[in-house]
T-cell receptor, first 112, second 116 residues
Framework: DAKTTQPNSMESNEEEPVHLPCNHS???????IHWYRQLPSQGPEYVIHGLTSNVNNRMASLAIAEDRKSSTLILHRATLRDAAVYYC?????????????FGTGTRLQVTL | NAGVTQTPKFRILKIGQSMTLQCTQD?????MYWYRQDPGMGLKLIYY???????DKGEVPNGYNVSRSTTEDFPLRLELAAPSQTSVYFC???????????????FGPGTRLTVL
């Protein structure tokens, strides 16, 4: 699986938008970009995924660069409950085994 | 649905003891996985299964064994516990679908294991 690079930590104020960057310069044409997050003392949970086009769901938006070498997870209005470690993961769209390779992620702190 | 459940939540083992970590899912998912997470690190895949009777090694399989006799259950066995196996263990499951890229993994709450 191709590697991703994320900042170790970021801070945000509550009710403000948060942009979490991810670099994946060696992404292949069949790699999907997935984001998971892990709340304190819990297992990871799925946030969003995309291939080429920007994606929106009830939790977040995913903006993918035109060359696909980077992406940004956008939380439109951060709340205290969004404080977590966010993982950007590349997954081969061809393989049916669905394995996830986790890096160390970005720890997001949200303050009042 | 209960989703993915894991037992026990916590366990302390002595070096050389053995134990089985239980994992059950009620979503009729084909794929199941075991990960471990060391402090401050991301998750690492231990073993995975694409269906009953089929298992395969992940990134860090040494010291562990698995079996998959039913769709619902995927127990992880530690035969001779070592301090290096102190970690938090997460079980996950996903539906196979038509492509691995689409398949959200659902994680259990984890088992915190300490080996002394």
């Amino acid at each position: 699986d191709a590697k991703t690079t994320q900042p170790n930590s970021m801070e945000s104020n509550e009710e403000e938008p948060v942009h979490l960057p991810c670099n994946h310069s060696t992404i292949s044409g069949t790699d999907y970009i997935h984001w998971y997050r892990q709340l304190p003392s819990q297992g990871p949970e799925y946030v969003i995924h995309g291939l080429t086009s920007n994606v929106n769901n009830r939790m977040a938006s995913l903006a993918i660069a035109e060359d696909r070498k980077s992406s940004t997870l956008i939380l439109h209005r951060a709340t205290l409950r969004d404080a977590a470690v966010y993982y950007c993961i590349l997954r081969d769209g061809v393989s049916a085994a669905s394995k996830l390779t986790f890096g160390t992620g970005t720890r997001l702190q949200v303050t009042l | 649905n209960a989703g993915v459940t894991q037992t026990p939540k916590f366990r302390i083992l002595k070096i050389g003891q053995s134990m089985t970590l239980q994992c059950t899912q009620d979503m009729n998912h084909n794929y199941m996985y075991w990960y471990r997470q060391d402090p401050g690190m991301g998750l690492k895949l231990i073993y995975y299964s694409v269906g009953a009777g089929i298992t395969d090694k992940g990134e860090v399989p040494n010291g562990y064994n698995v079996s998959r006799s039913t769709t619902e259950d995927f127990p992880l066995r530690l035969e001779l516990a070592a301090p290096s196996q102190t970690s938090v263990y997460f079980c996950a499951s996903s539906y196979s679908g038509t492509s691995g890229a689409y398949n959200e993994q659902f994680f259990g709450p984890g088992t915190r294991l300490t080996v002394l």
